[in-house]
């Protein structure tokens, strides 16, 4: 991405706050920022901050117009020509529409992968309450009848 400052913003608009950790759920955010990252910088645009200034306990933040990460490179002075001609041939490629219906695509799939993981946790969690619960009961079971034990010598 050219624009570092904003990529935990954009993941996270992408993805959500869940928790990723299976090899399948890597391999689909693998394919999403692949796709994502052509959307972001060549079709979102966004503010630039140029100046910020305190007045007090004001802060005033100063902006400048807004223009994607592409636009910025192109209209840049220090930019090659080469590089922007290589930029120019990526856009000239891309289709914004079909970019978003792919990420759209894409995060549904990542959004399964979670759910399925998500069913097998929840299996696992009920095997573990049935276990816990029959324990609980053979502990209660124990309990009363140790206490019926203690007082059978103090209340016969």
């Known amino acids: 991405m050219f624009r570092r400052e904003n990529y935990y913003s954009v993941v996270r608009r992408a993805v959500g706050y869940l928790r990723y ?14 796709v ?3 959307y972001t910088n060549f079709f979102l645009p966004s503010m ?4 910020k200034t305190r007045m007090g306990s004001k802060v005033i933040k100063k902006y400048d117009k807004p ?3 592409y636009r910025r490179i192109i209209n840049s002075d220090t930019v090659s020509e080469e590089v922007k001609e290589k ?18 695509k894409i995060t549904q799939e ?8 998500m069913k097998e946790g929840e299996k696992k969690i009920q095997k573990v309450n049935e ?13 009363v009848y140790n206490l019926d034990e203690a007082t059978k010598r103090y209340f016969v």
Not at 110 to 117: D, N, P, R, S, Y
Request: glycine share 2%; charged share 40%.
């Open 48 to 51: 630039k901050l140029i100046e």
């Open 131 to 143: 276990k816990s619960s029959n324990d609980f009961l053979f502990s209660q079971n124990n309990f």
């Open 67 to 69: 223009e994607t990460p």
């Open 21 to 34: 950790d299976t090899e399948e759920e890597m391999r689909i955010m693998n394919k999403l920022y692949k």
């Open 110 to 117: 990542l959004l399964k992968a979670q759910g399925k993981k």
């Open 87 to 104: 930029f120019r041939r990526t856009y000239e490629e891309l289709n914004p529409f079909k970019l978003k219906r792919e990420i759209d």
């Open 36 to 38: 994502l990252r052509f």
